[in-house]
């Protein structure tokens, strides 16, 4: 399989000045003078506030925007009217929320995207999709992605699982592309197969090259119950953090490949939607960690629903192995889901992407329910 990496684009900086200071000179060089900040309260006081003052010392007609709160009302406001006739670059600081809000706006604007995620607690860092009040909406990949590594490093630990989860899902998610190819789409033009094959390997490569890196950090001492013990340490060194990082980017880029967010989100992301439309966005978990339980859940069945039409996955990923070494829960009962409740959430799950299919597709294959 071909291997990728990562646009010169995503620069990573070890102290968030340096990040300012090539941020300026960016600008600069392109003779941007009035740009437009984005951010979250939080990622304002965390990251945004340093990095603002620095370039307004510079940039005196920068501008800064606390964002509201992102709803429906926020993508049909006059938001995107008011900054619409300028050409300067819209600079989104923060988690999923802001940064998602943020490119949207530049898209609907056209104007540059400059991303400055304050956490990584999933893959729309560098996607072409942004999620705004449970609406999938066209975007814009960032021009630029500057990652402030101490900023990272002291992300909450659930930040970090929720993003490893989304790059867990991408197993699944491949897996729903190759069933639906084999059920759905058997009249698809090969030259349509061959770009969903190389995002398929993109995502999947993403995935993997984290993955390995985490079983790789696991105890050497012989003893499986040693072997078998989270290392959340691994999780805040400078190595896993620019791999987690490069995992994301090219999960975007798989997702910019397809033209659509197949490669990185299929069943278990439905199964999550479907929670938060039934319960409310992030009331019972974040996001990644919906699609990490989603993707424990999903996984055995279809490699069933896989053998049963000859196709083999790359490799074979040991789920109880890895959610242990992460400390992640494996099912929903540990989100307070129960299983009639569930039963309620997988008959919703496909509504919530009707567009796309997947194992909760087949007729003949309802989901057992055994966790």
């Not at 500057?146 to 930040?159: F, Y």
């Not at 999903?298 to 083999?312: F, G, H, R, T």
């Not at 099912?331 to 008959?347: C, G, H, K, P, R």
């Amino acid at each position: 399989m071909r291997k990728y990496d990562i646009p010169e684009s995503v620069i990573f900086f070890d102290k968030t000045i340096d990040l300012s200071s090539k941020l300026i000179q960016i600008l600069k060089n392109y003779q941007y003078q009035d740009p437009l900040f984005i951010c979250g309260a939080n990622s304002y006081r965390e990251l945004g506030e340093e990095i603002f003052k620095q370039c307004k010392s510079i940039l005196i007609d920068s501008e800064l925007i606390i964002a509201p709160e992102i709803n429906k009302e926020s993508i049909r406001n006059d938001l995107a009217q008011e900054y619409l006739k300028s050409q300067s670059p819209i600079i989104g600081i923060g988690g999923g929320k802001i940064l998602d809000f943020a490119k949207y706006l530049s898209f609907r604007t056209g104007r540059t995207f400059i991303s400055i995620p304050s956490n990584a607690a999933h893959d729309g860092i560098f996607s072409p999709i942004s999620v705004i009040a449970g609406f999938s909406l066209g975007s814009k990949m960032p021009e630029h992605l500057m990652i402030s590594l101490n900023t990272l490093e002291k992300a909450p630990l659930i930040s970090i699982q929720a993003g490893i989860g989304d790059l867990i899902a991408n197993f699944t998610a491949i897996n729903d592309c190759y069933i639906s190819q084999a059920f759905k789409d058997e009249n698809a033009e090969i030259g349509v197969r061959e770009q969903c094959q190389e995002a398929i390997n993109l995502a999947y490569q993403g995935s993997i090259e984290l993955i390995d890196l985490i079983y790789a950090s696991r105890s050497n001492d012989g003893s499986v119950a040693e072997s078998m013990k989270p290392n959340l340490e691994l999780l805040y060194s400078t190595k896993f953090l620019r791999q987690f990082i490069r995992s994301l980017v090219l999960s975007g880029m798989a997702m910019y490949y397809a033209n659509n967010s197949s490669p990185c989100s299929g069943s278990e992301h439905m199964i999550s939607h479907a929670i938060d439309a039934i319960y409310g966005h992030g009331v019972k978990a974040a996001h990644g960690i919906q699609v990490a339980i989603a993707s424990y859940f999903v996984y055995p069945q279809q490699l069933e629903v896989l053998k049963k039409i000859n196709q083999s996955p790359e490799r074979i990923i040991n789920f109880e192995e890895l959610f242990n070494l992460l400390k992640l829960p494996k099912s929903f009962q540990e989100i307070d889901i129960s299983n009639d409740e569930l039963n309620y959430v997988l008959a919703l799950a496909p509504k919530t992407r009707a567009n796309k299919f997947s194992i909760l597709n087949l007729k003949d294959n309802r989901l057992k329910i055994s966790n």
